[in-house]
């Protein structure tokens, strides 16, 4: 794994969702002081802080290590909206729309199969 990668790609998503390293450090349940000195010192993240970074950030490890961004350029331009929007919910935020959409989704298939 190269180190630059992983700094960089952490850089580029504490821009793209606005936040800072200590809110990236709450998102993910990391200690500051544990971002801090990995990242200050340069040196890489054991995998489970890459994993719990990725949770903070609620994107899959795939995603974090998709250098060409071909998994956002097979999405269309509404679903892209619409998981930009999502980042930049707060946590809490992003749980509760999770929960409406599980309703949602429920009740969609309660009718449809109601419907057969």
């Known amino acids: ?3 630059e ?4 790609k952490v850089d580029q998503l504490l821009e793209e ?3 800072t390293l200590y809110q990236l450090s709450k998102e993910a349940d990391i200690s500051y002081a544990t971002l801090s000195n990995t990242f200050n010192r340069n040196k890489v993240p054991s995998v489970p802080i890459i994993l719990r970074i990725c949770e903070g950030f609620h994107i899959t490890v795939a995603e974090f290590f998709n250098e060409g961004g071909t998994l956002l350029q097979q ?3 509404s679903d892209q909206r619409l998981i930009a929007d999502f980042h930049r919910l707060s ?3 992003k749980k509760l729309v ?3 959409l599980q309703g949602l989704l429920q009740k969609s298939n309660t009718v449809h199969r109601e419907c057969q």
């Open 75 to 77: 999405l269309t331009a």
């Open 17 to 19: 969702y606005n936040w």
């Open 5 to 8: 990668y992983v700094r960089k």
């Open 98 to 100: 999770t929960a409406f």
């Open 1 to 3: 794994m190269r180190e």
């Open 91 to 93: 946590g809490n935020d």
